[in-house]
């Protein structure tokens, strides 16, 4: 897509970065030791921190993610956010408490409070790490999304903008400065959201979505005969119907030299109607080309529209003002236009074919568009549940989420903030549900990258509130980065080289091997962020949640509640868990595609591993605990729940 800058969007994105850099070296001032620097002295208010949490896990998978996949996807979408929410009960209810009361700076602290295990040191700062950098992927290319219609500049600039950033953030101020940046933007994003909605439903919705701001990309419509002789002058018959671009339906044709792929649709009165595809192709030489045309050359305009809008069962071109039930109502009884995808190879190139797909507004409020439920064979059902299972289970897992804990001075402090941020994230998620719908329908849709829908709404709306969006967005991705970042250095520090090596460093030494940690994690998110453009951030983040469930929840759990959980098997589970989820991750269809490889061809048909590498983690501590109880001094038996 090719967008115009603002210099109001750009104005209001360097205040921000200029306000989170000066909240850095404010209480970079006050950041004397290792306490303050990994905890923020344990200090912050509880409704403060609650809505910290808020801000911390409002990422950008939950703002421009899992709106992205509502637009694209609907009800499906959505299950993202149900599966985040969810999560939460398990970290109010069994975790929240407890680690308060083990912990002190780092995940690994609580683990390790009962054995002194170098084993579970390493393993426990590895898995930390490796979380973190699972999670810090989809951040980092949510901010490479944003960069290009803010500051019109590539994405793996942007990338580096908040790479270079976060790491001056971490590198200051620690967990201080991480907290009220959080704060602060998970207010605001709030606040700016039920404004986005509410001028949502003032508008209402329409069957020409030209009027509301950017116009939608005009696709051509040709007529063919029943024997595909196109009446249109200059365009020739490449392939057929049943051509190697696979399934019957798709038609490659040719005018002064370019191709184009066009879809095929039967019309009752004999012949067809072909209506014109988007199509990326990834050359060989490593360019894309966009309807047979550079990027910049294209005319790749936002798109998605409703086709028919009905009111009380009469068609109408426009609503006018809804509620929000009233809404949803027009929605369902209306037809709107997805897009399916599907991958093809012509000539050694890989093709991606974006093609229309008329639906009736009933089937995108209910599950089944990307979870298929009718008819859906053994692996899909498999991979359905993997996936939510990974997200019920990885929020009480994360890292950067479990030292927010230790920030808060008591136990009750961390039950109350976990509650704060129940009640904000969960009505964050309403909101989303609302925002990619209205992306959806609104013609702001950038099928190749639908990570921009919220944004996109936003401008729809005009320039400042675009602006504003895609700031606190941003401000969103730096609070994430930071907080994962300070969860990382804490791991390579405080977990690694203070307690497993025993080098046994001062608190000054302390805080500068966290800030040289921090920088060196930086430069590894800045890499992989840049490699994983275009996919989509909750879908990434989805990723995470399996690791961080697989390796550190079956150990948390246990720990708590199995009293002949022994040292070595809480390392056992870890390791397990980590490996069997990381190596399932590595060969599923969506990495087959990252490597530039058909997804059919991969070797296994799972893209979620939860299902296999939880309850592999589980049996590995319940199996080496077992078998290693003679380790088990008295005082250092299990775990009171």
Known sequence: MVYTQSPLAIGLFIAFVLFVLGLSFYLARRTTSSDSYYAAGGNIHWFTNGIAFAGDYLSAASFLGICGMIATAGYDGWMYAIGYLAGWMVALFLVAEPMKRLGKYTFT???????????????????????????????????????????GLPHWVGVCIVGIVVTIIVATAGMASTTYVQFFKGALLLICSTIVVIALFSRGLSTDPEGFGEKYHQFQTLTASASMEISEPGYTVVEGKDSNYGEAGFVKLTKDGVDSVWQVNENPQGGYTLEETLTVVAMADGTKLYNGAPKEEGKLFPIGHIKELKIDGQEVAQTGALGPLSFLSAIKDSTIVLWGKKYIMDGGNKVTVFYQKPTPGA????????????????TQKFNFISLMLALFCGTAALPHILIRYYTVPSQAA???STIVAIAAIGFFYVL?????????????????DNNMSAPLLAKSFGIVLFSVISSLAFATVLGTVSGLIVASSGAVAHDLMDNFLGLKMTDKGKVTAGKISAVVVGVIAIYLGIVFEGMNVSFLVGWAFAVA?????????????????????????????LVSALGLILVSPDMWVR??????????????????????????????????QKDVVPEAEGAEA
């Open 595 to 628: 490597y530039g490889l058909l997804p059919q061809d991969a070797p296994i048909a799972i893209n979620s591993p939860a299902l296999i590498s939880i309850p592999l983690s589980f049996l590995a501590l319940v199996v080496v605990s077992l078998m290693t």
């Open 109 to 151: 602290d609580a683990l390790d409070s009962k054995f002194n295990s170098k084993g579970i040191q390493l393993m426990a700062a590895i898995s930390t790490l490796c979380v973190s950098v699972f999670y810090l992927i989809p951040q980092m290319v949510g901010a490479g999304v944003l960069v290009q219609p803010l500051l």
């Open 414 to 416: 961390a039950r109350k």
């Open 549 to 577: 469930a697989s390796a550190n929840l079956p150990a948390i759990l246990m720990l708590l509640f199995w009293k002949k959980t022994t040292a070595k098997g809480v390392a056992s589970s870890i390791g397990v868990g």
């Open 363 to 378: 089937r995108v409020l209910r599950p089944g568009l990307k979870f298929k439920v009718d008819n859906a064979t053994g």
């Open 432 to 448: 989303t549900l609302y925002l990619g719908i209205g992306a959806m329908t609104n013609g702001v849709i950038n099928i190749t």
